[in-house]
């Protein structure tokens, strides 16, 4: 499974009006009033300080660097096409062209990893478990009290003090719900799983957004594509080596249009 440790780093906040959608389905904790907030705190955005951006946060965020023609032609070709350029598609407005943005600082990859947890390890109150799969989350009645998790091929119960986080991604966490007996009672009973919560959209309604690369190759070395050679390979981890500009080639997408 792909994580935040090995994604493409692209940073796209979302569309605001998409929150307000959620938020009207009944959820008021994801409106975009509630969510702008979190998203300041979160970063550190290496450009001039914006009412919508951050600068203090541990996720340190940059613009990708367009430095080959081809980028700066694609964004005069969609201004002919007839879109606007956008300034920060992470700001005020994010429908049209804009430069990308990446969960990168000096070349290197950020993850929730690296800027939340590293720093944190030294705190007495946190345990870090690997090698781990939690098998369910403990309920008494329908409030969450721990977790049951395979480690070393033993299962050990974990209590919680004040509440469960679950973070184990699209799949993980419904499964994990429904593994605990919440999701729909139909599903559950056909599994020999007995019902503590029937909550039948859980595992449900899952949106992908499915991609297509198409790659044309040009005659003149104008993208970062024709530089991914084995000549751009070891240009780039030379420059890892050397000057700390990170290992592997920046993150693929430098341009977009929403
Ligand atoms: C190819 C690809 C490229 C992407 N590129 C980008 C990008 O450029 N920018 C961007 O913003 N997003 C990108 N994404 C999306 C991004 O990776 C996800 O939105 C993000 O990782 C979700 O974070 P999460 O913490 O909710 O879940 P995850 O990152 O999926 O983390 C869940 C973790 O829980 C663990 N887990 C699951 N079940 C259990 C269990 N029972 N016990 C113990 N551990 C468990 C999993 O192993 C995993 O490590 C990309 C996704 C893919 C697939």
Known sequence: MIDLSSHAMIFNRGYPRDYDGWAAMGLPGWSWKHCLPHFQKMETFAEPEAPWRGNAGPKKITRSAASFPLYEQFLRAGEQAGYSLTPDHNGQKQ????????????????????????????????????????????????????????????????HCGREVILAAGAFGSPQLLMLSGVGDPAQLREHGIGLRIASPHVGANLENHPGVNIQFETE?????????????ACVWRWNGLCFARGWVPPTSLKQALF
């Open 95 to 158: 429908e049209g062209l804009h430069v990308a943005q990446a969960y990168i600082h000096n070349g290197l990859r950020q993850s929730a990893s690296s800027a939340y947890l590293r720093p944190a390890m030294a705190r007495p109150n946190l345990k870090v478990i690997t090698h781990a799969q939690v098998m369910r989350v403990l309920l008494e009645g329908t409030t969450a009290v721990g977790v049951e998790v395979l480690v070393g091929g033993r299962k050990q119960r974990f």
């Open 220 to 232: 003149v070395r104008h993208s970062m594509v024709s530089h991914s050679d084995m000549w751009g």
